[in-house]
T-cell receptor, first 110, second 114 residues
Framework: KNQVEQSPQSLIILEGKNCTLQCNYTVSPFSNLRWYKQDTGRGPVSLTI?????NTKSNRRYTATLDADTKQSSLHITASQLSDSASYICVVSNTDKLIFGTGTRLQVFP | EAQVTQNPRYLITVTGKKLTVTCSQN?????MSWYRQDPGLGLRQIYY???????DKGDVPEGYKVSRKEKRNFPLILESPSPNQTSLYFC?????????????FGDGTRLSIL
C-alpha cells in the first residue's frame, strides 16, 4: 500500500535552534518527493522537490535530503525563526498519484 | 498576482442544503484538484481534473460533485451536505498532473455542516 509517514507529529523548538523533520514512504513506483509548508489559515506552499537522482537540495535555510534506497527524506531547518512555525507536509508522487503525509506541526518560540 | 481563489472562506450551513464552493485560478493551469483536510488525516483528494471537461475521482469522492466547463474554474458541489463533510477544503492547481509541477493551493474554505 502506498503510504507516507512523517515524524514527529509535532515539535517545539526555541528560536535560533536547528531541527530535522522526517518522512518515510512506501510508494512505488517513485516519481518525486516534495515538501510543502502550510502556515496556519493558509494553503500549503511548495518548498522543494526531490527526484530519484538527487540526494540533497537547499532552499535558503531549508535543506532536504533523499535516500531512495531506504525510502526516507528529511527536511532540516537551520537557525529557526518565528516565521518557521507551520505544518510541514511531505508528498510523494508515483506516476499518476500524489500521496500525502499527515504533516509535522512545528512551533518556534522566542 | 498568480493565485487560486476560493469562495466562500467560511460557511456554516445545515444538513441537506445544497452548496457550492467556487475555485478559480489565473495561471492557465491544466490540472486542478480538490482536497479536504481533517485533523490527523492530512490532505485527502476528493476529485481532480486533468483538463477542461475531464474530471476523475480521488480518494474520497462520495457526496461530492465537480465540473470543469472552463479552464480557470473548478467548483465543488455538495448536493446534500451531511455533518461528516464538516472539514477544511482546499482547491489546488498546477501546470500538469503527476506531481512534477508544484501545486498552488487556495487559502481554504472551512465548512461546518450542522
Amino acid at each position: 500500500k502506498n503510504q507516507v509517514e512523517q515524524s514527529p507529529q509535532s515539535l517545539i523548538i526555541l528560536e535560533g535552534k536547528n531541527c530535522t523533520l522526517q518522512c518515510n514512504y512506501t510508494v512505488s513506483p517513485f516519481s518525486n518527493l516534495r515538501w510543502y509548508k502550510q502556515d496556519t489559515g493558509r494553503g500549503p506552499v511548495s518548498l522543494t522537490i526531490m527526484t530519484f537522482s538527487e540526494n540533497t537540495k537547499s532552499n535558503r535555510r531549508y535543506t532536504a535530503t533523499l535516500d531512495a534506497d531506504t525510502k526516507q527524506s528529511s527536511l532540516h531547518i537551520t537557525a529557526s525563526q518565528l516565521s518557521d512555525s507551520a505544518s510541514y507536509i511531505c508528498v510523494v508522487s508515483n506516476t499518476d498519484k500524489l500521496i500525502f503525509g499527515t504533516g509535522t506541526r512545528l512551533q518556534v518560540f522566542p | 498576482e498568480a493565485q487560486v481563489t476560493q469562495n466562500p472562506r467560511y460557511l456554516i450551513t445545515v444538513t441537506g442544503k445544497k452548496l457550492t464552493v467556487t475555485c478559480s485560478q489565473n495561471m492557465n493551469h491544466e490540472y486542478m484538484s480538490w482536497y479536504r483536510q481533517d485533523p490527523g488525516l492530512g490532505l485527502r483528494q476528493i476529485y481532480y481534473s486533468m483538463n477542461v471537461e475531464v474530471t476523475d475521482k480521488g480518494d474520497v469522492p462520495e457526496g461530492y460533485k465537480v465540473s470543469r466547463k472552463e479552464k480557470r474554474n473548478f467548483p465543488l458541489i455538495l448536493e446534500s451536505p451531511s455533518p461528516n463533510q464538516t472539514s477544511l477544503y482546499f482547491c489546488a492547481s498546477s501546470l500538469s498532473g503527476g506531481g512534477g509541477q508544484p501545486q498552488h493551493f487556495g487559502d481554504g474554505t472551512r465548512l461546518s455542516i450542522l
